[in-house]
């Protein structure tokens, strides 16, 4: 348990391994810990940016997707009020068009019961004329009984 | 070896030592009268051996954990050596105000070599001593802070450094003021004031070395004793006293790096 050399000795050392740690040892590592940091602080940055990207892209979305819904309602909307309308057009036309048809049904109609009229009076007016000769047992003559004919004639 | 206890003690706490005797010219000391009469001028190869051995063990395992050091994921050995720096460095940070490059991995090398130095303590008493008889080494000690050439080898380090940074920082006058005119502000007491500062700074580096030497050389020969017990009984006090270690250890290599660091930061701080 003397004091001797060994002290100097132990000085040196210690010196020359302070040395070595500050030169060697030191530098690297921390520079090492301190790049990780920072490449650590730039991964929660980049994070925390990309969390801030995807809220404002599904903002983006859910307000693109709104429109688009809006949108497409009032398209249909509008497809709906077009075939209404469309449907109502034709039936206006459908039935103006039927009403025509009828009308010019109902017009043939009456023209051929008139002409058919027309015939059957003459042809009872002639029958009458045959009767009444056939009574008389001479000739009508049409022309002077043609008045009286023609009122037969009327009259039925 | 050794026939009593007393002398199994004494011929533990021996170190090996390496002087110039007289008669035989630079030997080996047989015994403790030789290593006596060999005076200043002989050293102590175990403890200065074992001090080297641990401190470029230190300075190989850090080296490599720098040498492969990553910014990715790191390995087992860099999380220790970057733990240790971590430790070390908010250490500095809250003790030492001021900026020197120094400080920190000189603190990180007491802390990690002292504690390496301390740890050769949980090794049982008797291996290598044992070992080294067998070699015809008669003897060997291999704690090198149970040895106060260990400590003090240290400490003197450190008060050069005090030295070097009081004056560096105040310039010798300030530093001369520094000594002379605290903590009494007047003429007359400046030699009250020398004493008083002379010896606060002269304690500084004794309390360090006798802090720890004292630590670990009573807890050596406390090893010491429990060795001397039969040895079915030996482990029923060996096995507490090494637990206790865990403590013990690591502590006095944190108390000596603080103290250093907090002497080195009064070193710096200019009251002027």
Redesign the interface.
Known sequence: ???????????I???I??W???K???P??????Q??QK?IAEGLDAAGRAQQDLKLAQEKVSNTLRESREQATQIIEQANKQANAIIEDAKQQAQSEGERLIAGAKAEIEQEVNRAREELRKQVAALAILGAEKILESKVDTKAHNKLVEKLASQL | MANTPVEYIQHH?Q?L?L?SLPERGWTIAKTAEE??E???????LD??GW??AM?VL??WL??K???S????V?GPL?NI??MC??FV?GMVRDTFHGRN??I???A??IFV?VFLMNSLKWIPVDFIPGLAHLFGVPYFKIV?TA????T???S??VF?LIIYYSIKVKGIGGFAKELSLTPFNHWALIPFNLFLEILGLLTKPLTLALRLFGNMYAGEVVFILIALLPFWAQWTLNLPWAIFHILVIPLQAFIFMVLTIVYLSAAHEDHH
């Open positions: 348990m003397n004091i001797n050399l060994t002290l100097f000795g132990q000085t050392a210690f010196a391994f302070v070595f740690c500050m060697y040892v030191w690297p590592l921390t520079q090492a810990m790049e990780r490449k | 706490l170190n030592v002087g290593a006596r060999m005076g200043f001028w002989s050293i102590h403890t200065l001090s080297i401190g230190f300075l850090f080296r954990a720098a040498l050091a990553t910014t990715k790191p860099q050596a970057e720096i971590e460095e490059p120094l920190a991995p000189l990180l090398t070599w090198p040895d106060p050439n260990g003090f080898g240290i003197i380090g050069l």
